[in-house]
């Protein structure tokens, strides 16, 4: 099977250009995120799916709600909770007054989906949710319908409450691209989204974003399709394979990233080196992007756990280990 042709010159400038001017506008509204916000952006450039997890009010709504603006696409918001279920999601067959079925589509037929405190949803909803997300479709009473061609679930969770909650199994874990993690912003920052509010920014208000529409669906698509053809060298493939592979016989880890890990680290790594205007891959950016990828598809062993040892913490002890091409 032939590799694709790679990109030009030009071609590398208006994708980086387009990929950064997306990136500032978020960056304009959402203050203080500046790691999750380029991890956000990676994810959508190489067609992947976000778990955001942060304590309540860190805007991982509206990140969200701002990417569909300057991307002019369909923002839908499905808030999870214990008695959802799929069809709630998915959508219905109808008796119309012929006596036929019409389907009437459900939340998930839109561009940008906001799945809020996905660990609250029983697992028949997940396993509905995790069809849409691997298949980009549904199937309701034996009929497949496909989904939006920009269709990518940012699903969201506390990490400090847990009544309530249905722990995500791995294998929906795996579905996401990466996992982005948003903390309280600094003081400056904090202060600047209060001198925002006083200038009359409303959350609630996307006519107060102040946000430009920067690409469309067509757009984004063939920012993608740049990704897909950004250079990897072979001994940058080698790299990104030993990586993960190292986590599966970790001492420290109980779980390992799976295969899906691997690909994905290998895109984003691409959507890296495109948002940095470059046409190949380096090794720095495979190393940056080890922790979103990686930290919700691993295990830390109990023990480790206990003693407050982080995914993250067990990654870089593996990066350190591995040797990077030169």
Do not use: W
């Amino acid at each position: 099977m032939g590799r694709t042709a790679p990109l030009s010159g030009d071609e590398v400038v208006a994708a980086s250009t387009l990929a950064r001017r997306l990136l500032e506008q978020l960056g304009r509204v959402v203050l203080g995120q500046d790691a999750a916000l380029r991890e956000v952006i990676l994810a959508l450039l190489a067609r992947g799916h976000v778990l955001l997890e942060g304590a309540p009010g860190t805007a991982k709504t509206l990140l969200v709600r701002v990417l569909s603006e300057s991307l002019g696409l369909e923002f839908r918001r499905i808030q999870f909770t214990p008695d959802l279920m799929p069809s709630d999601i998915t959508g219905v067959n109808l008796l119309t007054g012929s006596g036929d079925f019409s389907f009437r589509p459900g939340p998930l037929f839109g561009d940008l989906i906001l799945g809020d405190e996905i660990n609250r949803a029983p697992a028949k909803t997940q396993a509905a949710l995790l069809e849409a997300m691997q298949e980009r479709s549904v199937t309701v009473d034996g009929v497949s319908h496909p989904l939006s061609e920009s269709f990518t679930v940012f699903a969201t969770q506390n990490p400090i409450e847990f009544e309530g909650t249905y722990p995500l199994p791995e294998a929906e874990l795996d579905r996401f691209l990466v996992k982005c993690l948003l903390g309280y912003p600094s003081d400056e920052a904090e202060q600047g989204i209060l001198h925002r509010v006083l200038g009359g920014f409303d959350a609630a208000e996307p006519a107060s974003f102040g946000v430009e529409r920067v690409t469309d669906a067509r757009g984004l698509a063939q920012l993608r399709e740049a990704v897909r053809r950004v250079r990897v060298e072979d001994s940058l493939v080698g790299y990104v394979t030993a990586l993960v592979r190292a986590t599966r016989g970790a001492p420290s880890l109980t779980l390992g990233g799976s295969p899906r890990g691997s690909v994905g680290l290998l895109r984003l790594s691409q959507a890296a080196a495109l948002l940095d205007g470059r046409d190949f891959v380096i090794p720095d950016d495979v190393k940056g992007l080890v922790g979103p990828v990686l930290r919700h598809r691993i295990m830390v062993a109990p023990e480790l756990e206990l003693e407050g040892v982080t995914p993250d913490q067990a990654l870089r002890t593996i990066i350190d280990r591995i040797e990077a091409p030169r």
